[in-house]
Nanobody, 122 residues
Framework: QVQLVESGGGLVQAGGSLRLSCAAS????????MGWFRQAPGKERDFVLA????????NYADSVKGRFTISRDNAKNTVYLQMNSLKPEDTAVYYC???????????????WGQGTQVTVSS
């Protein structure tokens, strides 16, 4: 079992930056692939980025390539999402999630955080 808690969301102007953190409980964090997803009002929850258990593999949605970066610190049981050059269309609730294998598909992720709101004003 893994419990996930996101933090770091907020309101930012277009072009600005935010760093989200996701703290995980449990001693098995390093065995899980981690992903970030986002859900805008009235839309489905979409894949944003994923990182393998070791951190050696990453995958990015086309919409965030060159702007967002995922990283993890297994010693701190934490995964990060660095968001730069934010756009109003990045506005959404951002969720971190854990999966037993590296994947971009939300149905592969068994554990989810409660989400953190990111709002980008124009």
């Amino acid at each position: 079992q893994v419990q996930l808690v996101e933090s770091g969301g907020g309101l930012v102007q277009a072009g600005g930056s935010l760093r989200l953190s996701c703290a995980a409980s449990g001693r098995t964090f390093s065995s899980y692939a981690m992903g970030w997803f986002r859900q805008a009002p009235g839309k489905e929850r979409d894949f944003v980025l994923a990182i393998s258990s070791s951190g050696g593999l990453t995958n990015y949605a086309d919409s965030v390539k060159g702007r967002f970066t995922i990283s993890r610190d297994n010693a701190k049981n934490t995964v990060y999402l660095q968001m730069n050059s934010l756009k109003p269309e990045d506005t959404a609730v951002y969720y971190c999630a854990a999966a037993s294998r590296f994947s971009t598909h939300k149905y592969e992720y068994a554990y989810w955080g409660q989400g953190t709101q990111v709002t980008v004003s124009s």
